[in-house]
Protein backbone atom coordinates (compact mmCIF):
# COMPACT_ATOMS: atom_id res chain seq x y z
CA UNK A 1 0.00 0.00 0.00
CA UNK A 2 1.42 3.33 -0.62
CA UNK A 3 2.84 5.90 2.22
CA UNK A 4 2.04 9.28 2.81
CA UNK A 5 3.35 11.09 0.02
CA UNK A 6 4.94 14.63 0.15
CA UNK A 7 5.49 17.17 -3.11
CA UNK A 8 7.62 18.59 -3.62
CA UNK A 9 11.09 17.23 -2.23
CA UNK A 10 13.13 20.31 -2.45
CA UNK A 11 12.05 23.83 -2.82
CA UNK A 12 13.66 27.10 -2.76
CA UNK A 13 11.95 30.48 -2.70
CA UNK A 14 12.59 34.21 -1.91
CA UNK A 15 11.30 36.00 1.09
CA UNK A 16 8.06 37.71 0.97
CA UNK A 17 6.82 34.74 -1.45
CA UNK A 18 4.10 32.29 -0.72
CA UNK A 19 4.52 28.44 -1.09
CA UNK A 20 1.95 25.90 -1.33
CA UNK A 21 3.30 22.06 -0.22
CA UNK A 22 1.25 18.95 -0.44
CA UNK A 23 0.09 15.50 1.31
CA UNK A 24 -1.35 12.57 0.29
CA UNK A 25 -2.59 10.36 3.11
CA UNK A 26 -2.30 6.56 3.15
CA UNK A 27 -6.00 5.41 1.81
CA UNK A 28 -8.20 5.31 4.26
CA UNK A 29 -6.15 7.95 6.26
CA UNK A 30 -8.73 11.28 7.55
CA UNK A 31 -6.25 12.26 10.04
CA UNK A 32 -3.63 14.73 8.86
CA UNK A 33 -1.04 16.29 10.47
CA UNK A 34 1.80 18.86 9.45
CA UNK A 35 5.18 19.75 11.61
CA UNK A 36 8.05 21.73 11.40
CA UNK A 37 11.94 20.69 11.84
CA UNK A 38 14.16 22.94 12.36
CA UNK A 39 17.82 22.78 13.78
CA UNK A 40 16.98 24.78 16.84
CA UNK A 41 13.72 24.14 17.16
CA UNK A 42 13.02 20.02 17.00
CA UNK A 43 10.29 19.36 15.45
CA UNK A 44 6.88 21.42 16.18
CA UNK A 45 3.29 20.43 15.66
CA UNK A 46 1.61 22.95 13.07
CA UNK A 47 -2.16 22.26 12.51
CA UNK A 48 -3.71 18.96 12.17
CA UNK A 49 -6.73 18.56 9.98
CA UNK A 50 -9.60 15.53 10.11
CA UNK A 51 -12.42 15.30 7.29
CA UNK A 52 -11.67 18.48 6.12
CA UNK A 53 -11.45 20.27 9.44
CA UNK A 54 -8.79 22.30 11.14
CA UNK A 55 -8.99 20.09 14.94
CA UNK A 56 -6.07 21.92 16.13
CA UNK A 57 -3.34 24.39 15.85
CA UNK A 58 0.33 24.81 16.80
CA UNK A 59 1.87 27.88 18.35
CA UNK A 60 2.49 29.48 14.23
CA UNK A 61 1.27 32.78 12.96
CA UNK A 62 -0.85 33.08 10.68
CA UNK A 63 1.20 33.64 7.73
CA UNK A 64 0.87 29.43 8.11
CA UNK A 65 -2.14 28.05 7.03
CA UNK A 66 -3.69 24.70 5.70
CA UNK A 67 -6.74 22.61 4.17
CA UNK A 68 -7.75 19.64 3.65
CA UNK A 69 -9.68 17.95 0.63
CA UNK A 70 -12.46 15.56 0.06
CA UNK A 71 -10.24 12.85 -0.39
CA UNK A 72 -8.54 13.43 2.35
CA UNK A 73 -5.07 15.19 0.32
CA UNK A 74 -3.89 18.59 2.71
CA UNK A 75 -1.86 21.33 1.76
CA UNK A 76 -0.19 23.84 3.79
CA UNK A 77 0.53 27.23 2.87
CA UNK A 78 2.92 29.47 4.11
CA UNK A 79 2.91 33.62 2.85
CA UNK A 80 5.15 36.13 3.39
CA UNK A 81 8.12 34.15 3.79
CA UNK A 82 10.94 34.76 6.05
CA UNK A 83 14.28 32.86 6.17
CA UNK A 84 13.08 31.80 9.61
CA UNK A 85 10.57 29.15 7.74
CA UNK A 86 13.92 27.60 6.05
CA UNK A 87 12.84 23.78 7.26
CA UNK A 88 11.99 20.54 6.88
CA UNK A 89 8.09 20.16 6.42
CA UNK A 90 6.67 16.94 7.33
CA UNK A 91 3.16 15.41 7.24
CA UNK A 92 2.19 12.54 8.82
CA UNK A 93 -1.48 10.89 8.04
CA UNK A 94 -3.35 8.37 10.39
CA UNK A 95 -7.10 7.00 10.74
CA UNK A 96 -7.46 9.35 13.50
CA UNK A 97 -5.41 10.62 16.55
CA UNK A 98 -5.95 7.33 18.60
CA UNK A 99 -3.98 5.70 15.55
CA UNK A 100 -0.31 5.58 15.40
CA UNK A 101 0.58 7.63 12.47
CA UNK A 102 2.24 7.42 9.23
CA UNK A 103 5.31 10.36 8.33
CA UNK A 104 5.69 11.33 4.77
CA UNK A 105 9.45 11.92 3.76
CA UNK A 106 9.03 15.86 3.94
CA UNK A 107 9.73 18.69 1.80
CA UNK A 108 12.99 20.86 2.26
CA UNK A 109 12.46 24.48 1.76
CA UNK A 110 14.68 26.59 1.99
CA UNK A 111 14.04 30.59 2.18
CA UNK A 112 16.68 33.13 0.72
CA UNK B 1 9.88 24.01 31.31
CA UNK B 2 8.68 21.87 28.00
CA UNK B 3 5.69 19.83 28.30
CA UNK B 4 8.19 16.39 26.81
CA UNK B 5 11.32 15.72 28.23
CA UNK B 6 14.18 12.94 26.87
CA UNK B 7 17.26 12.41 28.07
CA UNK B 8 19.79 11.88 27.50
CA UNK B 9 20.40 14.25 24.64
CA UNK B 10 23.51 12.50 23.23
CA UNK B 11 24.20 8.25 23.93
CA UNK B 12 26.65 6.84 22.46
CA UNK B 13 27.13 2.88 22.99
CA UNK B 14 29.36 0.48 22.24
CA UNK B 15 27.81 -2.47 19.90
CA UNK B 16 25.79 -5.23 21.85
CA UNK B 17 25.31 -2.59 24.48
CA UNK B 18 21.61 -2.40 26.28
CA UNK B 19 20.04 1.07 25.76
CA UNK B 20 17.39 2.97 27.21
CA UNK B 21 16.15 6.42 25.99
CA UNK B 22 13.93 7.97 28.90
CA UNK B 23 11.12 10.36 27.93
CA UNK B 24 8.62 12.25 30.77
CA UNK B 25 5.97 14.17 30.09
CA UNK B 26 3.48 17.31 32.25
CA UNK B 27 0.61 16.99 29.91
CA UNK B 28 -2.57 14.99 29.75
CA UNK B 29 -1.89 12.36 26.81
CA UNK B 30 -3.99 9.94 25.08
CA UNK B 31 -0.77 8.09 23.64
CA UNK B 32 2.52 8.52 23.07
CA UNK B 33 4.79 7.51 20.30
CA UNK B 34 8.52 6.78 19.79
CA UNK B 35 9.88 7.38 16.76
CA UNK B 36 12.87 6.83 15.20
CA UNK B 37 14.43 9.71 12.41
CA UNK B 38 17.59 8.43 10.12
CA UNK B 39 19.98 10.92 9.04
CA UNK B 40 18.34 12.29 5.27
CA UNK B 41 15.29 13.04 7.67
CA UNK B 42 12.81 9.82 7.06
CA UNK B 43 11.15 9.79 10.01
CA UNK B 44 9.77 5.88 11.15
CA UNK B 45 7.07 5.37 14.08
CA UNK B 46 8.21 2.21 16.18
CA UNK B 47 5.59 2.44 18.47
CA UNK B 48 2.13 4.10 20.09
CA UNK B 49 1.58 3.29 23.75
CA UNK B 50 -1.64 4.43 25.82
CA UNK B 51 -0.31 1.78 28.91
CA UNK B 52 2.05 -1.40 29.95
CA UNK B 53 4.68 -2.32 27.56
CA UNK B 54 5.15 -2.95 23.59
CA UNK B 55 7.72 -4.81 22.01
CA UNK B 56 8.83 -5.38 18.68
CA UNK B 57 12.18 -6.98 17.85
CA UNK B 58 15.04 -5.98 19.83
CA UNK B 59 12.79 -2.80 20.52
CA UNK B 60 11.02 -2.65 24.02
CA UNK B 61 8.94 0.16 24.98
CA UNK B 62 7.27 0.98 28.04
CA UNK B 63 4.87 3.60 29.47
CA UNK B 64 4.06 4.75 33.28
CA UNK B 65 1.02 6.80 33.24
CA UNK B 66 0.81 7.26 36.81
CA UNK B 67 4.65 8.32 36.61
CA UNK B 68 4.05 10.11 33.16
CA UNK B 69 7.84 8.37 32.17
CA UNK B 70 8.45 6.01 29.60
CA UNK B 71 11.29 4.37 28.37
CA UNK B 72 12.79 2.76 25.28
CA UNK B 73 14.90 0.16 25.30
CA UNK B 74 17.11 -1.35 22.49
CA UNK B 75 18.68 -4.51 23.85
CA UNK B 76 22.02 -6.10 21.35
CA UNK B 77 22.42 -2.53 19.93
CA UNK B 78 24.25 -2.58 16.28
CA UNK B 79 25.42 0.32 13.98
CA UNK B 80 21.93 0.48 12.15
CA UNK B 81 20.32 1.69 15.50
CA UNK B 82 22.28 4.91 15.33
CA UNK B 83 19.40 7.45 14.62
CA UNK B 84 18.10 9.96 16.74
CA UNK B 85 14.98 8.74 18.75
CA UNK B 86 12.47 11.48 19.21
CA UNK B 87 9.54 10.99 22.21
CA UNK B 88 6.04 12.83 21.09
CA UNK B 89 2.90 12.60 23.26
CA UNK B 90 -0.96 12.83 21.73
CA UNK B 91 -2.64 15.16 24.10
CA UNK B 92 -5.67 14.47 25.56
CA UNK B 93 -7.77 17.25 25.52
CA UNK B 94 -6.93 17.96 22.23
CA UNK B 95 -7.53 15.28 19.70
CA UNK B 96 -4.63 15.38 17.26
CA UNK B 97 -2.41 17.87 18.86
CA UNK B 98 1.12 16.51 19.28
CA UNK B 99 4.33 17.39 21.12
CA UNK B 100 7.43 16.35 20.76
CA UNK B 101 10.77 15.99 22.59
CA UNK B 102 13.84 17.47 21.55
CA UNK B 103 15.37 13.62 20.59
CA UNK B 104 18.10 11.42 22.01
CA UNK B 105 21.16 11.37 19.00
CA UNK B 106 22.48 7.77 19.70
CA UNK B 107 25.39 6.45 18.20
CA UNK B 108 26.26 2.66 18.31
CA UNK B 109 30.12 2.02 17.41
CA UNK B 110 31.29 -1.66 16.18
Known amino acids: KAGVTQTPRYLIKTRGQQVTLSCSPI?????VSWYQQTPGQGLQFLFE???????NKGNFPGRFSGRQFSNSRSEMNVSTLELGDSALYLC???????????FGSGTRLTVV | KNEVEQSPQNLTAQEGEFITINCSYS?????LHWLQQHPGGGIVSLFM???GKKKHGRLIATINIQEKHSSLHITASHPRDSAVYIC????????????FGDGTTLTVKP
Open chain 2, 27 to 31: VGISA
Open chain 1, 49 to 55: YFSETQR
Open chain 1, 92 to 102: ASSRDSNYGYT
Open chain 1, 27 to 31: SGHRS
Open chain 2, 88 to 99: AVSHNTNAGKST
Open chain 2, 49 to 51: LSS
